[in-house]
Nanobody, 124 residues
Framework: QVELVESGGGLVQAGGSLRLSCAAS????????MAWFRQAPGLEREVVAA????????YYTDAVKGRFTISRDNAKKRVYLQMISLTPLDTAVYYC?????????????????WGQGTQVTVSS
């Protein structure tokens, strides 16, 4: 069965850092594009960062560019999100998602598999 399991979330003070991890199983991870999305209460889910199957195409939303780094290890079937200089605006549930190997996409509706999410809370 397909499974994406996020970990690494928690409570951190503004200016702090966290590293999120996502462990994938049950599908051909190395052929899927991966992304991190986040959703704060009352707001729409937004893409934070994405990385294609090979790791050579990477996207960051403007709000996190320069602070977050997405990476993947296809051998370990894991994708990571290193977050530094966190602010309260980064507070959200962060989701790991996988897009079917049909092409590069940043749209949430195109991501086939989703994790349960991990809470990131940044205090001021």
């Amino acid at each position: 069965q397909v499974e994406l399991v996020e970990s690494g979330g928690g409570l951190v003070q503004a200016g702090g850092s966290l590293r999120l991890s996502c462990a994938a199983s049950g599908f051909t991870f190395s052929t899927y594009d991966m992304a991190w999305f986040r959703q704060a209460p009352g707001l729409e889910r937004e893409v934070v960062a994405a990385i294609n199957w090979s790791g050579f195409s990477i996207y960051y939303t403007d709000a996190v560019k320069g602070r977050f780094t997405i990476s993947r290890d296809n051998a370990k079937k894991r994708v990571y999100l290193q977050m530094i200089s966190l602010t309260p605006l980064d507070t959200a549930v962060y989701y790991c998602a996988a897009a079917a190997p049909a092409g590069w996409t940043l749209r949430a509706v195109d991501y086939e598999y989703w994790g349960q999410g991990t809470q990131v809370t940044v205090s001021s």
